[in-house]
C-alpha cells in the first residue's frame, strides 16, 4: 500500500467515484420507470408474460463487453461516450426488474385486488394505490440486485476506458502497482453496501406496514 | 331493490353457474341466497357489481338496469364484504375504512372522521386504529371489512360468506351484532352463505339455490321450516326441521308458568332442605338471576358454586317456544327456567307444558314471526 499516492490521487478518485456512482445509480433509475409498465402488462397477460420474460431474459446473457462495444454503432456514439454505459446497464436493470416488477404485482393478494376493484377503485388507481404499495417488498428485493450487480458491472467499461472506478484496476494492471487496486476494490464494496442500504432504507420507509421481527 | 330477471350466467368453458334466476331482494331487508357449494352464489352476486358480466338477463337496482353502466361508479353505491375480508395490508385500519367515502370523493379529513365514527360502530375499539391488518384477529378483521363496506353509505350491500372463516363463537356473535346493526341502518342486502342454519338465523328472506345455478325456492325462513317446496330443499333445510321451526314461534303468553322454589347460593343444608321436597332445587344469585340446580339430600355443607349442576339452559319469557322447550328438556329437573328481560327468576315449565302449549297454538293456527337461533 502507498498512501502517498492514495493522497496525490484523492482528487482523481474522487472523480472517479462520483462517475461511477452515477454510472450505477442512473440506469436503476431509468429501468425501473421503464420496468414498471412492462412489468405490469407481463402480470396482467399470461400470455405476453412468457414473450417479455423470455426476451428480457435473453438480453441478460449478452456479455457486457460486447454490449459495451457493439453500442455506438448502433446508438452513433462515440466508444468513450458514457451513454453506451448507461444505455448496456439500463437494458440490463430493465431485464431484470420486469420480471421483479411482475413477480411483485403477482405477489398482492388476490383478495385485496377484488376487494379494490369491487369497491370502484379504476385500473390504474389501483395499481398506482394499492397494488405497487403492496408490491414494494418484493420490488426492493430485486432493485437490491440490480443496484449492486450495476456497481460491478460498471467496472468492466473500464476496459473501453470510460471514467470509473474500474479505471483503477487497469492502471493498477498496467503499471504492476497493487495500491490503485486495492483501493478501487475497496471503494466498489463500500460504494454497493451504501447503496443498498439505502435501497433498504428507502424500502422501510415506503412499508411501515410489514410484520418486522422484533429484536429482543 | 335489486331485481334479477332472467340472469344467466356460462363461463366461456361452458359452465352453467347460474340458469334463468329471477327474483327481488327488497329494499331494506336482508336475502340470504343460499345452495350447495359450486351452486352458483358467487356468480349471482359478483353478477351485481358487475365483477362478472351476465351472459343473459338483466340485473337492475331500484328499477335502474346495471347494463352500461359506469362499473367503477356502480361499485361505489354498494357495499362488497368478502369472507377473507380483503383488507389492504400496507394501510392502517382506520385507512382501509376510509378508503371507501376517499374514493367518493371525501376530503381525507372528512373520510378519517366517518371511519372513526363506523369504527366504533362495529365495535372495534379507537385503538385499532392504528394497527394494520395483521395486527387483527379474523374475527376483528371481518369488523373492519364490515365498516369499510358502509363507509360510504351505500344503499346496497353485498356479503358473500362474511362470517364463515371464523370460528363459531366468534361467528355467531359477529351474526347477532350484525343483525343488531341491520335492524338500524336497514339497507338492501343480498348475503351468501352455503351454512342453512345462518341463512334462517340473518335472513329477511331465504333463497335456496341448486346445483346449476336454479332457483329451488325463494321463502321466509319460517315457510322454508315448515313447508319445503321439494325434496331437494326439505333435504338441504335438514333434520330436525320441526324443531328448528319452533324458533320462529314466540314463547306463548298463555303458557302456563308454575312459580319455582329457590335459595341464593351459599344458603345453608337446612334452608336448601326447607326449600323444596323435590329431588331438585334451583338456585340463584343476589339479583334472582338463576345460577344452576343442585339435590338438597346430598347437601353437605353450604351451597357452593362446585355443587351446581349447570346443564338447564334458561329461557327468556319473550322468547321462542324452541329457547322455552330447550330449557325444560335440558333442566336435570325437567322443569325449565323462564326469565325476565332482566334476566331475573319468573318460574318454570314442563316440556309437557310447552308441548300442550304447541298444539294450541297450532289448533288456533297463529304463528308469529321470532327470530330463529
Ligand atoms: N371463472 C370461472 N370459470 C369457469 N367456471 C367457473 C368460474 N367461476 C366459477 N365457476 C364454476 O361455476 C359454478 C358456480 O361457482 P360459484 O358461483 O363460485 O359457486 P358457489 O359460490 O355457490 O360455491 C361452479 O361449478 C364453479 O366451478
Ligand atoms: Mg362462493
Redesign the interface.
Known amino acids: 500500500m502507498n498512501l502517498d499516492w492514495i493522497v496525490r490521487e484523492s482528487d482523481s478518485i474522487l472523480v472517479l467515484l462520483v462517475w461511477h456512482l452515477g454510472l450505477s445509480v442512473v440506469p436503476v433509475v431509468i429501468g425501473l420507470a421503464m420496468a414498471l409498465p412492462l412489468g405490469w402488462v407481463a402480470h396482467r397477460s399470461g400470455a405476453f408474460k412468457s414473450v417479455v420474460l423470455g426476451t428480457t431474459g435473453l438480453l441478460y446473457t449478452v456479455p457486457s463487453l460486447a454490449l459495451f462495444v457493439m453500442l455506438p454503432s448502433i446508438l452513433g456514439t462515440r466508444i468513450l461516450d458514457p451513454l453506451n454505459v448507461v444505455v448496456a446497464l439500463t437494458v440490463y436493470t430493465v431485464a431484470l426488474l420486469v420480471r421483479t416488477v411482475s413477480d411483485g404485482l403477482d405477489s398482492v ?1 388476490v ?2 385486488v ?9 385500473t390504474l388507481q389501483r395499481l398506482v394505490s ?1 397494488e405497487l ?2 408490491a ?1 417488498p418484493v420490488i426492493a428485493a430485486g432493485l437490491r440486485v440490480a443496484v449492486v450487480s450495476n456497481v460491478s458491472v460498471v467496472s468492466i467499461a473500464a476496459l473501453i476506458g470510460t471514467q470509473q472506478l474500474g479505471l483503477l484496476f487497469t492502471q493498477g494492471a498496467q503499471l504492476r502497482f497493487l495500491t490503485p487496486i486495492i483501493v478501487g476494490i475497496v471503494l466498489c464494496l463500500v460504494l454497493a453496501v451504501v447503496l443498498d442500504g439505502l435501497v433498504v432504507l428507502l424500502a422501510r420507509r415506503l ?1 411501515p ?1 410489514t ?1 418486522r421481527a422484533v429484536h429482543a | 331493490m335489486i331485481t334479477f330477471e332472467h340472469v344467466s350466467k356460462v363461463y366461456p368453458d361452458g359452465t352453467h353457474a347460474v340458469h334463468d334466476l329471477t327474483f327481488d331482494a327488497p329494499t331494506g331487508k336482508l336475502t340470504v341466497l343460499v345452495g350447495p357449494s359450486g351452486c352458483g352464489k358467487t356468480t349471482s352476486l359478483r353478477m351485481v357489481n358487475r365483477l362478472i358480466r351476465p351472459t343473459s338477463g338483466d340485473i337492475l337496482l331500484d328499477g335502474e338496469s346495471t347494463n352500461g353502466m359506469d362499473e367503477a361508479l356502480l361499485r361505489r353505491r354498494i357495499g362488497y364484504v368478502i369472507q377473507h375480508a380483503g383488507l389492504f395490508p400496507h394501510r392502517t385500519v382506520l385507512d382501509n375504512v376510509a378508503a371507501t367515502p376517499r374514493l367518493s370523493g371525501a376530503s381525507k379529513r372528512q373520510a378519517r372522521l366517518i371511519a372513526g365514527e363506523l369504527l366504533e360502530r362495529v365495535g372495534l375499539p379507537a385503538t385499532f386504529a392504528s394497527r394494520y391488518p395483521w395486527q387483527l384477529s379474523g374475527g376483528q378483521q371481518q369488523r373492519v371489512g364490515v365498516a369499510r363496506a358502509l363507509a360510504s353509505d351505500p344503499d346496497f350491500m353485498l356479503m358473500d360468506e362474511p362470517f364463515s372463516a371464523v370460528d363459531p363463537v366468534v361467528r355467531s356473535q359477529l351474526q347477532d351484532e350484525f343483525l343488531r346493526l341491520q335492524r338500524e341502518i336497514g339497507k338492501t342486502i343480498i348475503m351468501v352463505t352455503h351454512d342453512i342454519d345462518e341463512a334462517l338465523k340473518l335472513g329477511d328472506q331465504v333463497a335456496v339455490l341448486r346445483t346449476g345455478g336454479k332457483l329451488a325456492q325463494l321463502a321466509t325462513p319460517e315457510e322454508l321450516l315448515t313447508a319445503p317446496a321439494d325434496a331437494f330443499v326439505a333435504d338441504f333445510v335438514g333434520r330436525d326441521r320441526g324443531y328448528r321451526s319452533l324458533g320462529f314461534v314466540a314463547a306463548a303468553p298463555g303458557l302456563v308458568v308454575r312459580s319455582e322454589p329457590s335459595v341464593p347460593i351459599g344458603s345453608s343444608v337446612e334452608d336448601a332442605r326447607a326449600a323444596t321436597d323435590d329431588d331438585w332445587l334451583l338456585v340463584v344469585d343476589e339479583r334472582a338471576h338463576p345460577l344452576g340446580w343442585v339435590e338438597p339430600r346430598t347437601l353437605r355443607a353450604p351451597i357452593s358454586f362446585s355443587d351446581l349442576n349447570l346443564s338447564g339452559t334458561v329461557a327468556h319469557r319473550t322468547g321462542t317456544m324452541r329457547h322455552v322447550l330447550d330449557a325444560s328438556l335440558s333442566a336435570p329437573s325437567r322443569r325449565g327456567v323462564l326469565v325476565d328481560e332482566d334476566g331475573a327468576l319468573v318460574g318454570s315449565v314442563t316440556a309437557a307444558e310447552v308441548v300442550g302449549s304447541l298444539a294450541e297454538i297450532h289448533a288456533a293456527g297463529v304463528t308469529t314471526g321470532g327470530t330463529a337461533s
Open positions: 393478494p383478495e385485496t377484488q376487494a379494490a376493484q369491487a369497491m370502484g377503485y379504476r394499492v404499495p403492496v414494494v412499508t406496514w410484520p
